[in-house]
């Protein structure tokens, strides 16, 4: 075998379908079978002295993310082999799933640049994809598809760098300036920003969120982000995210066995930042604001303790049972803002909030609760597209009345059963009578081994392309 050779002139990647075997003659002169089994690969020399390399998409339709997953293959190939340049015959892909699915295929190759402790714009920029095999009639359509599938990506690789960071590394005001010097790298004239600091949090009246932050010396802070394409509509989507950028527990310490993803409970934010940074840069048309809190959760002087009473942004007063329930405690707060200031038309909020989540949907599948059934027809939609994963979980009566306080107008902790219902359901009582959809990514925002091979272990990115195409316009 001849190491020392170069390629010459191209490299084009092209999936094939599982139909007949092929028996390919490599440039050693050796013949390989190929079926074309889902991810199956093979690597040859084609007529032209150019280099192939052929990716199985097996018999079945190619799911969302399978699409996703089959491009992110072929890009960590041409990383593996450093091959910076390179054709994607993406036509059995169009074929197959419509001219839409380049936004998948984009989205997959961009994940598949991705590196841990890199940067992912140093990733991104390292290679480059020339998509080839398209209809001339379809170029127009397709130049967009892919502008949007790539903005996407760099929505999920941005939350991922920023919950993969360690949390010495993001404490709550440097976690809000990474989000506001990404942002503002767009320059983009339909997005007002505005940092709260703890001082102002206080005389605001941001009771829950700064009783959190004041835990520990570095100071909790609050980020409104006001994406208005539309000044004209009345129309606006609130999201909020959790942004506890470490979690202890409090005086609830958690076990020193469940510290490991404590850096990591800031995903809710991370994604909602990484989404809008999707939608203006595409120039998307709805109006969408952003409502951040953002703190620590630490034992000290000033921590919360089991047993308190604190007020809230809305007026509620709360009763602490659980220092580690911390999140629905800030998220209480940054709701009752957006339905109040905000001139939210509804509102969706994502947090990594339960150990119950996990323990009931794994790590592939999100729970889910909504009041309102448009707004959940318009997020399944969104959730088809995406191919994330979700769960709606039902909720009643006797789950509102374990939450119940004797002592204040709600508790942060329920019975012992139900917990990622009742932490859903602390929240909906700051929404007022606004249609509220909510988020439960405990289990999807990070993954030790990873599920989908766009994944690397770490953090995922969830909730990004969904929250994404549920804002994008009709
Ligand atoms: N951030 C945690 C939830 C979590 C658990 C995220 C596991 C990721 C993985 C949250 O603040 C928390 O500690 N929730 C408690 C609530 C309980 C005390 C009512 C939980 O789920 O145990
Ligand atoms: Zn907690
Ligand atoms: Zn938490």
Same mark, same amino acid.
């Given at each position: 075998?001849?190491?020392?050779?170069?390629?010459?002139?191209?490299?084009?990647?092209?999936?094939?379908?599982?139909? *007949?075997?092929?028996?390919?003659?490599?440039?050693?002169?050796?013949?390989?079978? +190929?079926?074309?089994?889902?991810?199956?690969?093979?690597?040859?020399?084609?007529?032209?002295?150019? =280099?192939?390399?052929?990716?199985?998409?097996?018999?079945?339709?190619?799911?969302?993310?399978?699409?996703?997953?089959?491009?992110?293959?072929?890009?960590?190939?041409?990383?593996?082999?450093?091959?910076?340049?390179?054709?994607?015959?993406?036509?059995?892909?169009?074929?197959?799933?419509?001219?839409?699915?380049?936004?998948?295929?984009?989205?997959?190759?961009?994940?598949?640049?991705?590196?841990? !402790?890199?940067?992912?714009?140093?990733?991104?920029?390292?290679?480059?994809?020339?998509?080839?095999?398209?209809?001339?009639?379809?170029?127009? #359509?397709?130049?967009?598809?892919?502008?949007?599938?790539?903005?996407?990506?760099?929505?999920?690789?941005?939350? @991922?760098?920023?919950?993969?960071?360690?949390?010495?590394?993001?404490?709550?005001?440097? +976690?809000?300036?990474?989000?506001? #010097?990404? /942002?503002?790298?767009?320059?983009?004239?339909?997005?007002?920003?505005?940092?709260?600091?703890?001082?102002?949090?206080?005389?605001?009246?941001?009771?829950?969120?700064?009783?959190?932050?004041?835990?520990? &010396?570095?100071?909790?802070?609050?980020?409104?982000?006001?994406?208005?394409?539309?000044?004209?509509?009345? %129309? @606006?989507?609130?999201?909020?995210?959790?942004?506890?950028?470490?979690?202890?527990?409090?005086?609830?310490?958690?076990?020193?066995?469940?510290? &490991?993803?404590?850096?990591?409970? =800031?995903?809710?934010?991370?994604?909602?930042?990484?989404?809008?940074?999707?939608?203006?840069?595409?120039?998307?048309?709805?109006?969408?604001?952003?409502?951040?809190?953002?703190?620590?959760?630490?034992?000290? %002087?000033?921590?919360? /303790?089991?047993?308190?009473?604190?007020?809230?942004?809305?007026?509620? $007063?709360?009763?602490? =049972?659980?220092?580690?329930?911390?999140?629905?405690?800030?998220?209480?707060?940054?709701?009752?803002?957006?339905? #109040?200031?905000?001139?939210?038309?509804?509102?969706?909020?994502?947090?990594? /909030?339960?150990?119950?989540?996990?323990? =009931? /949907?794994?790590?592939?599948?999100?729970?889910?609760?909504?009041?309102?059934?448009?707004? !959940?027809?318009?997020?399944? #939609?969104?959730?088809?597209?995406?191919?994330?994963?979700?769960?709606?979980?039902?909720?009643?009566?006797? *789950?509102?009345?374990?939450?119940?306080?004797?002592?204040?107008?709600?508790?942060?902790?329920?019975?012992?059963?139900?917990?990622?219902?009742?932490?859903?359901? +602390?929240?909906?009582?700051?929404?007022?009578?606004?249609?509220?959809? *909510?988020?439960?990514?405990?289990? $999807?925002?990070?993954?030790?081994?990873?599920?989908? %091979?766009?994944?690397?272990?770490?953090?995922?990115?969830?909730?990004?392309?969904?929250? !994404?195409?549920?804002?994008?316009?009709?």
């Amino acid at each position: 075998m001849n190491t020392e050779k170069q390629w010459k002139n191209k490299f084009q990647i092209s999936f094939v379908a599982e139909e *007949h075997q092929r028996i390919q003659e490599l440039s050693t002169g050796l013949q390989q079978l +190929f079926h074309g089994k889902y991810l199956e690969q093979l690597i040859f020399e084609n007529e032209e002295a150019d =280099m192939s390399v052929y990716i199985g998409i097996g018999k079945e339709p190619l799911t969302t993310n399978q699409i996703i997953e089959v491009t992110a293959f072929a890009s960590q190939l041409m990383k593996e082999y450093d091959i910076k340049n390179y054709d994607l015959d993406v036509s059995n892909l169009i074929e197959q799933a419509g001219i839409r699915c380049l936004e998948q295929v984009a989205q997959g190759v961009c994940l598949g640049t991705f590196e841990k !402790y890199k940067p992912y714009e140093e990733s991104l920029r390292a290679f480059t994809a020339c998509f080839c095999g398209i209809p001339d009639l379809e170029q127009r #359509k397709a130049k967009a598809h892919i502008a949007k599938g790539q903005a996407i990506a760099e929505g999920i690789l941005f939350a @991922r760098d920023l919950v993969n960071c360690p949390s010495n590394q993001l404490k709550p005001m440097e +976690f809000a300036g990474r989000i506001m #010097k990404k /942002l503002n790298s767009l320059h983009c004239k339909e997005l007002k920003i505005q940092l709260i600091d703890a001082d102002k949090l206080k005389t605001m009246g941001m009771d829950a969120l700064y009783s959190v932050g004041n835990s520990s &010396a570095n100071p909790p802070c609050f980020l409104e982000i006001e994406y208005t394409p539309k000044p004209q509509s009345k %129309n @606006r989507i609130g999201l909020v995210g959790k942004g506890v950028t470490v979690d202890t527990g409090g005086y609830c310490l958690k076990p020193s066995s469940s510290m &490991a993803g404590i850096k990591g409970d =800031m995903a809710g934010a991370a994604a909602v930042a990484g989404a809008i940074y999707a939608l203006a840069k595409n120039g998307q048309k709805k109006n969408v604001s952003a409502f951040l809190p953002m703190c620590e959760n630490r034992i000290s %002087n000033g921590s919360l /303790l089991p047993g308190d009473v604190i007020s809230s942004y809305s007026g509620k $007063t709360i009763e602490i =049972m659980n220092t580690d329930a911390e999140g629905r405690l800030i998220l209480a707060d940054a709701v009752s803002y957006a339905v #109040k200031k905000g001139e939210v038309t509804s509102v969706l909020d994502i947090a990594t /909030l339960t150990g119950a989540v996990v323990n =009931m /949907l794994g790590f592939s599948i999100a729970g889910v609760l909504c009041d309102q059934e448009q707004l !959940y027809q318009q997020f399944l #939609k969104a959730a088809k597209i995406s191919g994330e994963q979700y769960h709606r979980l039902p909720f009643k009566k006797e *789950h509102e009345e374990m939450i119940k306080s004797e002592v204040a107008d709600v508790k942060n902790m329920g019975d012992s059963c139900c917990g990622t219902i009742t932490a859903g359901l +602390f929240i909906r009582e700051f929404a007022e009578q606004t249609p509220w959809i *909510h988020l439960d990514i405990a289990g $999807t925002a990070w993954v030790d081994t990873p599920i989908w %091979n766009y994944q690397k272990s770490g953090a995922t990115g969830a909730g990004v392309s969904t929250i !994404y195409y549920l804002c994008e316009d009709e």
